[in-house]
């Protein structure tokens, strides 16, 4: 899940019971993204209500290796972070990060009240067998036989956080937002592992396709003789957010661009970064997935303060926009309200009229290559 909120800051003008209201009305709102991450989470599962995990011991031995970096890693409230493996074809790689909200202050980071919208430790819902999308093994998963490797997300950051800003709990316990420590340990662990792939897919859904969109060049830079695909699933419409705007909090990893200078300086928003992205790793294949509706953006963009006109023409405009940045993006978009697909069962019922997203999914792992698909009742 993709968490942003812009407009806490308040005139000097504004009456202290119109700041109450407002305050009441993110509570209020930011609950409501609370419940929507579980349920994304879980849903389609056998799993009713996640439990937390207590440990990283994964009992019986399943096909996914749970794998605990022996680095200085850690979620949001100090416990394990682990990540998850399931080795295939060494030559082929989908890389996946993993969604999950965020948060940028006091309150939106507090696990002791109920407003937080962010994951701050792994559940055991969130195990790879408990999951449907791509963690399924069935004929048309476009990522079967693929070596996959899921970057887990617990620090509330958009893994870029480096853990440096000294957040911490009303109470005063600290909050770790170190999620480039984590993906960093990540990388590490495939540039051992796996050596030598002819193709990586870097994948994300959410808030997670901020977090691989951002690390394309990190792996383009260790992997630089494989054929590289980005894909950043459900962000339709938050394209001009500034994700950064609460950075100093997190202490952000530095995104200033080596290679680029047309970029941005410091880019901020999904698309600058996907701009970055894409003048540093100029042979990668970039490509969005939406649905039209997506309930979650929708309530992502009302807390943003982007409450006008129809989602579905917000993020035509926002792809216009990303296009008009990256000309060589091209994007899926699907009728319906799910938020995300490659972690979840739409990535087997989405489509786009008559071409379904396995398909064109498909296609573009065969070939690096797809056209444009978008549903005619989403133009």
């Known amino acids: 899940m993709l968490l942003q909120v812009v407009g806490q800051h308040s005139s000097p003008s504004r009456t202290r019971a119109g700041r109450s209201g407002t305050r009441l009305q993110n509570c209020a709102l930011l609950r409501q993204l609370r419940r929507l991450a579980i349920l994304s989470v879980v849903v389609g599962n056998s799993v009713s209500v996640p439990t937390e995990a207590q440990s990283t011991d994964v009992g019986p031995v399943r096909m ?29 790689v989908y890389l996946h990060f993993d969604g999950g909200g965020a948060c940028w202050s006091v309150l939106s ?5 109920d407003s937080v919208g962010y994951r701050r430790r792994i559940l055991s819902a969130e195990h790879p067998d408990e999951r449907r999308g791509y963690f399924e093994e069935r004929d048309d998963n476009p990522f079967l036989g693929f070596t996959k490797v899921h970057l887990s997300y617990c620090t509330g950051d958009f893994h870029f956080g480096t853990g440096s800003g000294g957040a911490t709990t009303r109470s005063g316990q600290p909050i770790h937002h170190v999620g480039a420590r984590n993906a960093a340990a990540v990388l590490r662990w495939m540039e051992r592992h796996l050596p030598a792939p002819s193709q990586i897919v870097v994948g994300g859904s959410s808030a997670g396709a901020i977090g ?5 060049p990190d792996v383009a830079r260790t992997w630089p003789q494989a054929r590289l695909i980005l894909i950043r699933d459900a962000m339709g419409g ?12 997190w202490s952000a990893r530095s995104m200033t661009s080596t290679r680029c200078a047309s970029c941005a300086a410091v880019p901020r928003t999904p698309n600058e970064m996907a701009a970055r992205a894409a003048c540093e790793v100029p042979h990668a294949a970039i490509v969005t997935i939406d649905r039209s509706n997506d309930q979650m953006i929708r309530l992502v963009l009302r807390l943003a303060g982007h409450q006008q006109g129809r989602p579905d023409r917000l993020l035509q405009d926002d792809l216009r926009a990303l296009r008009a940045a990256v000309p060589r993006v091209r994007s899926f978009v699907g009728w319906g309200d799910e938020h995300g697909a490659l972690d979840q069962p739409a990535l087997y019922t989405a489509s786009a009229d008559a071409l379904r997203l396995t398909t064109w999914l498909k296609e573009l792992v065969a070939t690096g290559t797809v056209a444009n698909a978008i549903c005619a009742a989403c133009r």
Do not use: N, Q
Not at 212 to 216: E, G, H, I, P, Q
Not at 238 to 247: A, D, F, N, S
């Open 64 to 92: 996914w290796e749970t794998i605990a970096p022996a680095d200085s890693t850690t979620c949001a409230d100090g416990s394990p972070f682990v990540f998850y493996v399931k080795r295939a074809d060494p030559r082929r």
């Open 109 to 113: 980071c507090d696990w002791s009240t």
């Open 212 to 216: 691989a969109t951002f690390y394309l």
């Open 238 to 249: 938050t394209g001009g957010v500034p994700v950064l705007g609460m950075g100093p909090r």
